[in-house]
């Protein structure tokens, strides 16, 4: 995926099986929930409440979706909002074993903590990361400041790029191959899993829409790179996420079979 994409790809249509994800609301199933919806007192008022208040160009991508039907764009806003809130407990568990994971191997390289102060080959784009991660936790912290501060203030994408091709010879082959010791296929496969994660989660992070991204995709993609590093914490997030349960909500609630909630 390159850039932002427009009109109907707003929703992440672009990505691998988005016609598979967007296919339950392509309008193929009876509408009389949503007309039924339209008939109670109060309900067109507050359809035109809402899309005022959420920007009717914010909108537009759901309406599109949704073949103009104002309740039903709401209600996969809604649905939106909930999926995107489901994933976040799934990104928790993988961005703090992810960092914790590969601070420790690069603690092991550079024999000490604060292994981005040791000639370890860090490039400057990630310097300028660190420096910025250190003012952050100086500020939250004061004098008491730790290096395990500064790793809590870098950004999912820090971590990826250091995965990336430029750190192969640099941090990968020495260390970071072990920050992954259940890894099946090469690096760069794991690279780029993380970077559509990463973009995943800037999306979810900026409220954009993720509807028609292939979201079982993106949660087995999460789940795979979890368990290069546990497949204990993988069997711990399947056990708690609510990713699956929501995304098998759809069709149910863009009816109002099913309440929105978020």
């Known amino acids: 995926m390159t850039g932002e994409p427009h009109g109907h790809s707003a929703g992440q249509k672009n990505c691998p099986g988005a016609a598979t994800a967007s296919a339950a609301s392509s309008g193929a199933y009876n509408d009389h929930a949503t007309a039924s919806a339209n008939r109670v007192p109060g309900t067109e008022a507050r359809n035109t409440e809402l899309t005022r208040l959420l920007n009717s160009d914010r ?88 290096p395990g501060h500064i790793v809590a203030e870098l950004s999912f994408g820090f971590w990826t790029g250091l995965i990336a091709n430029k750190y192969h010879q640099r941090l990968w082959v020495p260390a970071l191959h072990a920050a992954f010791p259940h890894l099946i296929g090469p690096r760069r496969e794991l690279h780029r899993k993380q970077e559509t994660l990463r973009k995943l989660r800037n999306r979810i992070a900026h409220h954009e829409p993720i509807f028609a991204r292939n979201l079982q995709a993106d949660h087995s993609r999460l789940l795979d790179i979890l368990g290069a590093i546990s497949p204990e914490a993988v069997n711990w997030v399947k056990q708690n996420s609510r990713v699956p349960q929501t995304i098998s909500r759809r069709n149910d609630v863009l009816t109002g079979t099913q309440s929105t909630t978020f």
Do not use: M
């Open 59 to 146: 909108l537009a991508t759901y309406l599109d979706e949704c073949q103009g039907k104002q309740d039903r764009a709401l209600r996969l806003y809604a649905w939106n909002i909930e999926v995107a809130s489901a994933f976040w407990g799934s990104f928790n568990v993988l961005e703090i074993a992810l960092r914790n994971a590969i601070h420790n191997e690069l603690s092991t390289l550079a024999g000490q903590e604060n292994w981005w102060n040791a000639p370890i080959g860090l490039h400057q784009f990630e310097h300028d990361r660190v420096t910025a991660a250190t003012s952050a936790a100086r500020r939250a912290k004061g004098a008491s400041v730790l």
